[in-house]
């Protein structure tokens, strides 16, 4: 029997396995993906069913209430009187009266330069002009007997002048050399010690007058609308931040500023601890005798965003089953000024509104939530904040 005859039975044998193996794993893999299939549409079916837990939050409601209107800027403080005492004459300090930090009075001596040369010049010259004073005398007397020229008597009198004049000078000199406070003050750190040549202008020490003292601001040329001399100030400053300053406006420049289209004002205020010091900044309100009314909400409300500032209303509506729910709706709102822990809003609410005042950063529009007040911190419109 031919070769080819016995293997053609067993090539078709193998041939129809091979299928059958083709046939089996694709029945197995067609199984997986079905199975697979099934659990995946299972998961987004219960994805989509599926609710996420409402967020916990604390609200406020918007209140309609009555601010004392006022302008808001930032001061610098500027003494009443201040100089930096200087030497008017070069000289070497012989005398120093005063302490850095010192309260001085008016005319009180500080500083003695040498003045010995003076001194003797000035006996010289108070000898010269009681010399001249006698010879004017005799002069006069010879006159009036027509027994000199009337030359001789222009003479005397101008030599008398001359040597007063020499002593004045002398006295004046004397006077620059003792340098004196020219007002009630505090004196800043001394620059000057004793053997020190100071020549002319040389600084000895900065002199402040501190009580009362000023506090210069600027605000917007609309301001002066409602600006006028008397209007209460009031400052704070961050070195001592439980601590006010209540005061006046004393000074309103003639002019606005061309570039900025500001005003320069001036406030003065009571300093009588000295703590406050020239130099220092600090937040002066110009309080308006009239009241306005306005729309608050706690600041913490407020999500700032380059497109537009938004808060988050709660209402309460029921769902697809009929349940009654707490859900958050993001509204923009127009922002005013800001107060202690209070914003006013200009535009975007209404009064009676109940908005998120803690968590709004965490929602998004539509979202659940329930409200916890109890965890809610406290809203002051003048908070004073601890170290604890």
């Given at each position: ?55 916990a939050v604390t609200s406020a409601k918007v209140d309609a209430t009555e601010w004392a209107s006022s302008s808001a800027a930032i001061g610098t403080l500027v003494a009443v009187r201040g100089v ?131 506090a210069d601001f600027w605000l917007p040329q609309q301001a002066l609308a409602e600006l006028s001399d008397g209007m209460k100030a009031r400052l704070h400053t961050d070195v001592f931040p439980q ?102 809003v200009v535009s975007g609410l209404e009064a009676g509104e109940t908005v998120v005042s803690n968590g709004a950063f965490k929602l998004r529009n539509g979202m659940a939530v329930v409200v916890k ?16």
């Open positions: 029997m031919p070769t080819d005859a016995l293997t053609l039975p067993q090539h078709r044998s193998n041939k129809r396995v091979w299928v059958f193996a083709i046939l089996g794993l694709a029945v197995v893999i067609i199984g997986l993906v079905g199975i697979k299939a099934g659990q995946i549409g299972k998961m987004i079916g219960a994805g989509k069913s599926m609710a996420p837990p409402p967020e930096t005492l200087a030497s008017e004459l070069p000289g070497l300090v012989r005398e120093i009266h005063f302490d850095s930090g010192a309260v001085v009075r008016r005319g009180d001596v500080l500083v003695k330069l040498d003045t010995s040369t003076e001194e003797a010049q000035l006996a010289s010259a108070r000898a010269d002009a009681e010399l001249a004073r006698v010879a004017l005398q005799r002069a006069r007397t010879l006159r009036r007997n027509n027994a000199n020229a009337e030359a001789d008597l222009d003479a005397a009198d101008a030599h008398a002048k001359q040597a007063d004049a020499a002593v004045a000078t002398l006295q004046a000199t004397l006077a620059k050399k003792t340098i004196r406070a020219p007002f009630d003050g505090r004196l800043a750190i001394r620059q000057v010690e004793l053997g020190q040549v100071l020549a002319a202008g040389t600084p000895v020490a900065s002199l402040q007058s501190v009580d009362p003292i000023h601590l006010s300053w209540d005061g006046f406006v004393t000074t309103i420049n003639s002019e606005v500023d061309v570039a900025t289209r500001n005003v320069r004002v001036r406030a003065t205020f009571p300093n009588t601890d000295g703590r406050l010091r020239p130099g220092m900044f600090g937040n002066v309100d110009v309080l308006s005798p009239d009241n306005r009314k306005v729309l608050v909400i706690p600041s913490t409300a407020v999500i700032y965003a380059p497109y537009g500032d938004s808060v988050f209303s709660i209402e309460e509506k029921k769902d697809a089953t009929g349940n009654l729910s707490t859900i958050a709706h993001q509204k923009f709102a127009r922002l005013g000024e800001h107060r202690g822990d209070l914003v006013a007040n109890n965890l809610a911190p406290s809203v002051e419109l003048a908070p004073t904040p601890t170290d604890k």
